[in-house]
């Protein structure tokens, strides 16, 4: 057995070389944690990828789950993009010295619109990503062009049809630009204190009922993984640090899970374009 196909099974996540570089970073903690959650995701696909499968990830931050992955799985051609959007202008240091410490990762400094990359993928990913798109719809046309024949997109994202703002922790009244004006304050206090400066005005907003509509239109079916709302439940008992984060989902999540509804309601399309996290799988349509 493969030493990635035993990490699959035995449930390790970032490995020690990859946790101790990155834990000196600013909110360097953190990160790692959303790194794991995001690798626990992904990593079934990549072992299961050919010798040679080029892989994509979109928007790599502090590019964690990219050095993860290079030192993992050599025998696949891995690819980064990083465009240092507003809210997280403190990744601009801490990635250049990752970059000259570690030659072997592969960042492209800028958006997917300027990546030049002419050969296609066989995996794309995004973890967290989706929603800070300027143009998400736009997105989905490259997610096209960019893929492979068999190829797969992963996209995990908060869904906005569910009326949180999870950044921010808060409830979201109507739309973003009303949910701004009427928490201004909250929101410049937690940039500010935050060092995230401009995070709010990152955020679309985006809603499964809006991917789901959109996705063929630009050539794309979609699957969508419901199971992720139990894995996010899950995290909530596991992951104290999370839990304190989003300690306001915690008391209604529970009560879904032990009530059983849970399991009904993402049994039915309709109530599944309403909870607060998304998975979805793109692929091209034949």
């Known amino acids: 057995m493969s030493e990635a196909a035993r990490t699959v099974l035995t449930g ?13 970073m600013p909110k360097g903690p953190m990160y790692l944690e959303e790194a794991e959650f995001g690798l626990r995701h ?11 499968a080029r892989v994509l990830e979109v928007g790599s931050g502090p590019c ?12 696949l051609a891995v690819h980064g993009i990083e465009p240092m959007a507003a809210g997280f202008a403190f990744f601009d240091d801490f990635v250049g010295r990752m970059r000259a410490a570690r030659s072997g990762i592969n960042l492209h400094l800028g958006g997917y619109e300027d990546f030049s990359e002419v050969e296609r993928f066989d995996f794309i990913f995004l973890v967290n990503v989706f929603e800070h798109l300027p143009d998400w719809r ?18 995990m994202s908060p869904n906005y049809g569910f009326p949180y703002e999870s950044h921010f922790r808060l409830p979201v009244v109507g739309n973003k630009r009303l949910t701004g004006a009427i928490f201004r304050k909250a929101i410049d206090r937690f940039e500010r204190e935050n060092d995230y400066i401009g995070l709010y005005s990152s955020l679309n907003f985006v809603r499964l009922a809006q991917v789901r509509r959109a996705a063929p239109a630009h050539g794309l079916e979609i699957d ?11 995290r909530l008992d596991r992951d104290r ?3 304190k984060r989003q300690g306001p ?3 209604p999540a529970q ?3 032990k009530s059983g509804l849970l399991d009904f309601l993402l049994s039915t399309r309709i109530a599944q374009d309403y909870v607060p996290y998304m998975q979805v799988i793109f692929r091209r349509g034949g």
Request: charged share 20%.
């Open 42 to 52: 992904i990593l079934p696909v990549l072992s299961g990828l050919p010798d040679g």
């Open 241 to 243: 640090a999370f839990e």
């Open 138 to 155: 736009h997105f989905l046309g490259f997610v096209s062009r960019s893929l492979s024949p068999g190829g797969r997109c992963l996209m």
């Open 249 to 251: 989902l915690a008391l």
């Open 12 to 24: 390790a996540l970032v490995s020690s070389s990859v946790r101790a570089y990155f834990e000196t």
């Open 255 to 257: 009560f879904l899970k």
């Open 64 to 75: 964690i789950l990219l050095a993860e992955i290079t030192e993992r799985f050599p025998h």
């Open 224 to 234: 969508v993984n419901t199971g992720i709302v139990r894995d996010m439940i899950e």
